[in-house]
Nanobody, 127 residues
Framework: QVQVAESGGGLVQPGGSLRLSCAAS????????IGWFRQAPGEEREVIGC????????RLADSMKDRFTISRDHENFTVYLHMNNLRPEDTAIYSC????????????????????WGQGAPVTVSS
């Protein structure tokens, strides 16, 4: 079963930016939709958004639309979560997961629809 891994987490100052990566070692993500989620300490998991396998279609949760974007690299080995103007309340473990294989121009925003979860990348926003 394909499983992904996140990278790029770390400590960032408020107002800063960070890019997280989601990849499956030496395995193309071309036929997979990818979801991004986060979980802050003591909180439930929260959806950030997703990118469909086809046409580069992306969806962001309403609360994430103004600062976060999702993209794929041209070779489809890596999916990125771009985070801007980060705030202390963005501190969380950020995870990605797969849906598929499928060829879809739409993607889902519920964690139960995904599999192959990574271990998560910790992001701390603090001065």
């Amino acid at each position: 079963q394909v499983q992904v891994a996140e990278s790029g987490g770390g400590l960032v100052q408020p107002g800063g930016s960070l890019r997280l990566s989601c990849a499956a070692s030496e395995f193309s993500l071309k036929l997979y939709s990818i979801g991004w989620f986060r979980q802050a300490p003591g909180e439930e998991r929260e959806v950030i958004g997703c990118i469909a396998s086809a046409a580069g279609f992306t969806r962001l949760a309403d609360s994430m639309k103004d600062r976060f974007t999702i993209s794929r690299d041209h070779e489809n080995f890596t999916v990125y979560l771009h985070m801007n103007n980060l705030r202390p309340e963005d501190t969380a473990i950020y995870s990605c997961a797969l849906r598929g294989p499928e060829w879809k121009t739409w993607c889902l925003l519920k964690g139960v629809d995904y599999h192959g979860w990574g271990q998560g990348a910790p992001v701390t926003v603090s001065s």
